[in-house]
């Protein structure tokens, strides 16, 4: 079994803890946070150990009734892998800490990339993760078309991406985010950093991403236009993407028109908390003119980096290859 420790138990962290716990193998050892909050109750309440993740602060949670099992540093030795799911930036400070104990760990898409030796997506670049002792998952963006553009590469070639990314203002657990009443190109420059990210994982990949922030908090939009080495029909391309893990292709049947709907369907499914792990792509929106292929695809931010977390933990303990993570992982979470 492969003993997991997740630092920072947040939006992200707490939904890997779950996803870790439901694998086969692997164990939680615990999870580390910084004040008794909800999620601190909660945690216990699922059964995770609780380390403290500040020592000057941990006096706090005994003051809250919470009890800890010891201080981050300990969660750490303890660890085959941490992941670290703290808040952007602080996954770099912590760096040390990992060295220190021989700890190899998973950071967040918030860290620059050079905080790893790789970014990471199963899909995409699984095999360069094997073995490293740091490793970032790209962003919930950089995930969600790095998922689409690895098929679309593999199958027909990619000449240029352009994509608008219409992104949530925060999460629904964030009450100081916004806009509130206003679209904003986010950033108003242009390309926005997401290209350059998707570089991280295709660094051969001709690509432009324009960003807004609007008032949602469900989840991502993205207006996607590919140009490809070929001039496949939509049909093919829509049942290339649907026979991808990681998409759901949407069917015009269900009648989903946008990220409302989306979430109300994964509610109805009982997923846990609501998650789409998956790229959401509308099939009636797969067009091709020529060689340009255009979708739309929601990103739900909160959980679709989740699964991934999973396979770069089998990754870095070099435990298994992709094709078998990823069947593990989706099997395990119900993908
Ligand atoms: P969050 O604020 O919801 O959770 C962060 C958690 O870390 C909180 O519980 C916080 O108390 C804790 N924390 C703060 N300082 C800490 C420290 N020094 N040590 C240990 N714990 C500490 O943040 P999040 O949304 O889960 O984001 C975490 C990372 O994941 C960031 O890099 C972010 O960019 C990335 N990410 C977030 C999303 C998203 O939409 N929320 C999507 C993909 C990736």
């Keep these: 079994m492969i003993r997991v420790g997740i630092n920072g138990y947040g939006t992200i962290g707490k ?37 403290a993740a500040i020592e000057d ?51 967040q898409g918030g860290e620059d990339a050079d905080v790893a030796d790789v970014s990471f997506n ?35 070639g990619v000449e240029k991406v352009r994509a608008t990314l219409v992104r949530r203002g925060g999460d629904p657990s964030q009450p100081s985010r916004g806009p509130i009443n206003d679209a904003l190109p986010d950033p108003i420059s242009i390309p926005s950093h997401h290209g350059p990210d998707v570089n991280t994982i295709f660094p051969d990949l001709d690509i432009d991403t324009l ?7 469900l989840m991502h939009m993205h207006a996607i236009n590919v140009t490809l080495a070929a001039e496949p029909d939509a049909a093919e391309v829509r049942e290339l993407l649907g026979e991808q893990s990681r998409i759901t292709v949407v069917d015009e049947h269900l009648g989903i028109e946008g990220t409302g709907q989306l979430k109300e369907w994964a509610l109805d499914r009982g997923r846990p908390r609501g998650d789409l792990w998956e790229n959401c ?14 979708c739309f695809q929601a990103i739900h931010q909160e959980s679709d980096v989740v699964p991934e977390n999973v396979d770069a933990i089998r990754a870095v303990t070099d435990s298994a290859d992709a094709a078998e993570s990823v069947a593990t992982t989706n099997d395990s979470l119900g993908i």
Excluded at 15 to 38: E, F, H, I, L
Excluded at 211 to 217: A, D, Q, S
Aim: charged share 25%; net charge negative; glycine share 8%.
């Design 122 to 156: 199963a899909r995409s670049n699984y095999d360069d993760a094997v073995g490293a002792e740091h490793v970032r998952v790209v962003s919930c963006n950089t995930t969600g078309l790095s998922r689409l553009l690895a098929p679309l590469r593999e199958a027909y």
């Design 211 to 217: 960003g807004l922030k609007v008032p949602t908090t």
């Design 281 to 294: 792509l509308w099939g009636e929106s797969v067009t091709t003119e020529g060689s340009d292929f255009y």
């Design 57 to 107: 602060r941990s006096h706090k949670f005994a003051e809250a009734g919470i009890e800890t099992a010891g201080l981050v540093d300990d969660l750490v030795a303890q660890s085959d892998v941490v992941v670290d799911a703290t808040p952007s930036g602080v996954g770099a400070q912590n760096r040390a800490l990992y060295e220190e104990y021989d700890t190899p760990a998973i950071y």
């Design 15 to 51: 939904r890997v803890a779950d996803a870790v716990r439901d694998q086969p193998d692997m164990d939680v050892v615990g999870v580390a946070k910084t004040s008794p909050n909800y999620e601190a109750e909660q945690a216990v309440e699922r059964g995770y150990d609780l380390y």
